[in-house]
């Protein structure tokens, strides 16, 4: 049996912030020779919806870009909200500087991954949104998605596997019990909880949780081809008598009952009014005392960074229709769907969980 709440001996967050570490030249790139940032910028300081407009971008591609080159101290955002230049990029990306180093960063102007990139960042639309086999991370009704085919929802699923074994341990150990739930004390008066586990994937998330809660049940919600990986890996942790498997449509279908729901590494795969949406739903449906569990990544309040949360928004930006948010944007959602805020508390890998109850 797999011991979900074995903690790595080792952090893995440094190969994770390698990984991405792309996004920081095809940013850089498509900014100075496709998109002329600096240029733009060097005319005079802009707010976010006049560079917006500047750039012909969206409102999502341009606050990704923005906070990129923020978090690379190129950009910087005033009181007042306007982005300028920093005297870095003054001196050494617009064009007309002695010192300019554009001509060199464009050397990666025409990479097969500043390309792409450049096209995520004018069509607003992740990767595989054009084609016929569709975007891997998302799923839409009535669109084609690559975990409703059995080899690609493998796949990706066990590679957001890996993620998963080294931060769920540390996500578990800092969910608190809470009280005694209503949804199974109703039936067993055991004195656990259910935790729905909603787009749950592989569920080694609510494995981890139930390793440590014997007396809790899960549910994970997710498409059919998914929930085949996340049976076999609930045999392995030995959890799979009470890991209850619900095929489903978030967008569309109801949800069952439960006294906690989990949205993790969720949110992030959309964008702002989707977000919103998929709070709502998730609080309608809890009991008094029921939690949300939201856990993800956090960018700081002003949207400025850190470089590390900034680059994953980027690949985030590029495969879904989401970006990386702050715990001031949560918290709105939060308060929009009338649940209570408690806390938020750091996991693994940059992770947070941001815990809210109904009251």
Not at 225 to 231: F, M, P
Request: one cysteine or more; proline letters at 5%.
């Amino acid at each position: 049996m797999k011991d979900a709440l074995r903690f790595p001996p080792t952090d893995v967050t440094p190969i994770f912030d390698l990984f991405r570490g792309n996004f920081a030249t095809e940013l850089l790139a498509a900014s100075v020779a496709h998109l002329h940032v600096f240029d733009v910028l060097n005319e005079s300081p802009l707010s976010l919806d006049e560079l917006q407009s500047r750039l012909a971008l969206s409102e999502r591609a341009t606050q990704v870009l923005v906070t990129g080159l923020c978090a690379m101290q190129l950009l910087t955002r005033g009181l007042d909200g306007d982005i300028d230049l920093t005297p870095l990029a003054r001196n050494h990306l617009v064009s007309s500087s002695p010192f300019s180093v554009g001509g060199y960063i464009s050397l990666a102007a025409q990479s097969a991954g500043t390309l792409a990139l450049v096209e995520r960042l004018k069509s607003d639309r992740p990767e595989g949104a054009e084609s016929e086999q569709g975007a891997a991370f998302i799923f839409r009704e009535g669109s084609e998605s690559a975990m409703d085919r059995e080899d690609s929802a493998r796949f990706l699923t066990l590679s957001l596997a890996g993620r998963a074994w080294n931060v769920a341990p540390r996500f578990a150990d800092v969910l608190p019990a809470g009280q005694p739930g209503r949804v199974l004390n109703s039936h067993s008066g055991n004195g656990g909880r259910v935790l729905l586990d909603v787009a749950g994937g592989s569920g080694i998330y609510t494995m981890a949780v139930l390793q440590k809660y014997p007396t809790w049940k899960g549910i994970i919600f997710d498409r059919p081809e998914v929930l085949r990986i996340a049976a076999e890996l609930a045999e392995e942790t030995g959890v799979r008598d009470r890991l209850e498997l619900h095929a489903g449509d978030m967008w569309s279908d109801p949800f069952p009952p439960a006294d906690d729901i989990l949205l993790s590494n969720v949110l992030h795969d959309w964008d702002r009014p989707q977000c919103a949406r998929l709070v709502a739903k998730a609080t309608s449906g809890l009991p008094e005392g029921g939690r949300l569990l939201i856990h993800d990544v956090l960018l700081n309040s002003d949207l400025t960074g850190p470089l590390e949360i900034a680059l994953y928004s980027l690949a985030l930006f590029s495969l879904t229709e989401g970006r990386a948010y702050s715990l001031e944007e949560y918290r709105g959602w939060i308060a929009g769907a009338d649940l209570k805020y408690v806390e938020c508390i750091p996991t693994a890998a940059h992770g947070h969980l941001i815990l809210s109850e109904k009251a």
